[in-house]
């Protein structure tokens, strides 16, 4: 289990992994969403929300917030398909979709 001192640790990596990104809606440029889970999953938000670089990582860190609960893994994964893999989530047909978990156990 992550304890909420070590989460800050987390947000950084996040933060730290989408600046290698070109975030934007032109051409190749990359989308970002995001699923929290614990007992219960939710969209934190969806790949329109955030579509410059600086709103997304101000979005990851510090706005990320901790959670408790278990790890219901399935949980987030069935949102994902059932939800955040929809066209009005903001996908765009013709490129890539690619999904990382990251869980304590």
């Known amino acids: 289990s992550i304890k909420e001192y070590r989460f800050q640790y987390i947000r950084e990596i996040i933060a730290d992994t989408v600046t290698v990104l070109e975030i934007g809606v032109e051409g190749t440029q990359s989308l970002v969403g995001m699923i929290l889970f614990a007992t219960d999953a939710h969209i934190y938000f969806n790949t329109l929300k955030h579509t410059d670089l600086r709103s997304l990582v101000d979005a990851i860190n510090p706005g990320l917030p901790y959670s408790q ?27 890539r979709h690619i999904a990382i978990v990251i869980t304590d156990g």
């Open 69 to 95: 609960g278990l790890t219901y893994t399935n949980e987030a994964l069935d949102l994902l398909r059932s939800s955040a893999l929809d066209g009005s989530m903001g996908l765009r047909p013709g490129h």
